[in-house]
C-alpha cells in the first residue's frame, strides 16, 4: 500500500462542502449599516427597529457568520464578522442599557471614544484589502470614512458630520449588500453576473 502522510490522510476525510457563509455577514452588516445610517443623515429617528437589528440581524446573525469563517479557516472573514457582530451587539446596548436605567446616556466624548477604535479597527481591515478584490476594498475604505465623519461629529456636536457619516454609511452599507447578495446570485447562476 502506498505511503500517505498524515497531512494527506486528513484531507482526504475532512472535505469542506458548506455553504460560503460570507454572504450572510455582508449582507447582515449591509443591511444593518444602511438603517442605521439612515438615522445619521437625519432621515429617520433612533427606534426600535435599529436597535433590533443591531442585535439580531448586525450582531447575531455575523457573528453566526463569523463562526463558519472560522470552519472555512478564512481568519479574515472570522475576524471580521465576528467583531463586527459584536460591534452591532455592543451598539443596541449603548442604548438598552440607559433605558433600563442601568447606566447613564454615554457623552460624545465617550461616543467618540468606542467609534474611534473600531475605526482603527477597521483602519486594519482595509489595509487586509490591497490584496483582495477592488469593491471590498472601496467598502472597507467607506466604513473608515464613516467612522471619522462620525468622530468628529460627536466632538464637534455640528450635526453636518454625523449627516455625512449617515450618507458615507449608506453607501457602505449598499456596496456590502451588493457583494453579499452578488455572491449569492453568482452560485445560484453557476457563472459571474456580479463582478464580485
Not at 1 to 22: C, G, Q, W, Y
Request: aromatic share 14%; hydrophobic share 55%.
Amino acid at each position: 500500500m502506498e505511503h500517505i502522510d498524515e497531512k494527506s490522510r486528513n484531507n482526504l476525510f475532512l472535505v469542506d462542502d458548506t455553504a460560503n457563509p460570507a454572504p450572510l455577514g455582508l449582507c447582515a452588516f449591509g443591511m444593518t449599516t444602511i438603517l442605521l445610517s439612515l438615522h445619521n443623515a437625519g432621515l429617520t429617528a433612533a427606534g426600535s427597529p435599529i436597535f433590533s437589528m443591531a442585535m439580531f440581524y448586525g450582531g447575531i446573525a455575523q457573528i453566526i457568520a463569523g463562526i463558519f469563517e472560522w470552519k472555512k479557516n478564512n481568519t479574515f472573514g472570522m475576524v471580521t464578522f465576528g467583531s463586527f457582530g459584536f460591534f452591532w451587539i455592543s451598539f443596541a446596548f449603548i442604548g438598552f442599557l440607559p433605558k433600563l436605567g442601568l447606566t447613564a446616556p454615554p457623552t460624545n466624548l465617550e461616543l467618540a471614544a468606542f467609534l474611534s477604535v473600531w475605526g482603527l479597527f477597521a483602519m486594519g481591515l482595509f489595509v487586509c484589502t490591497f490584496k483582495m478584490h477592488r469593491v471590498l476594498q472601496v467598502t472597507l475604505f467607506t466604513v473608515v470614512l464613516l467612522v471619522v465623519f462620525l468622530v468628529v461629529g460627536e466632538i464637534t456636536e455640528i450635526g453636518l458630520f454625523s449627516n455625512l457619516g449617515g450618507v458615507t454609511g449608506i453607501v457602505a452599507g449598499l456596496l456590502a449588500l451588493y457583494i453579499g447578495m452578488g455572491q449569492v446570485i453568482n452560485e445560484v447562476f453557476g457563472k459571474k453576473v456580479f463582478p464580485v
